[in-house]
Nanobody, 120 residues
Framework: QVQLVESGGGLVQAGGSLRLSCAASGSIFSINLMRWYRQAPGKERDLVAHITSDGSAYHADSVKGRFTISRDGAKNTVYLQMNSLKPEDTAVYYC??????????????WGQGTQVTVSS
């Protein structure tokens, strides 16, 4: 099995910064795509950013220029640096990874989520 454990959430004032981490562990052959999603109360879970195994990154328009996704392949860890936070960034942030436990067979895994609250 594979586990994803997020950390780094918390309460911050508008304009502040947080850095989220998500570490994958377990029986891992390789990790293809790693993503961050977020879900605000009463809303759908939305993609925030993703990064491929070769480091190509995508950021949603709502966070472009403020958030940066990165990964450490050796540690099977993905990060989300969040700057200039706004109250509308308040949500539970979830890590997601596409993992191969054997060659050519990929499965998707989710972390448990970490709360980010931005006060005005």
């Amino acid at each position: 099995q594979v586990q994803l454990v997020e950390s780094g959430g918390g309460l911050v004032q508008a304009g502040g910064s947080l850095r989220l981490s998500c570490a994958a562990s377990g029986s891992i052959f390789s990790i293809n795509l790693m993503r961050w999603y977020r879900q605000a109360p009463g809303k759908e879970r939305d993609l925030v950013a993703h990064i491929t195994s070769d480091g190509s990154a995508y950021h949603a328009d709502s966070v472009k220029g403020r958030f940066t996704i990165s990964r450490d392949g050796a540690k099977n860890t993905v990060y989300l640096q969040m700057n200039s936070l706004k109250p509308e960034d308040t949500a539970v942030y979830y890590c997601n990874a596409v993992v191969a436990q054997v060659v050519g067979r990929y499965s998707m895994y989710w972390g448990q989520g970490t709360q980010v609250t931005v006060s005005s």
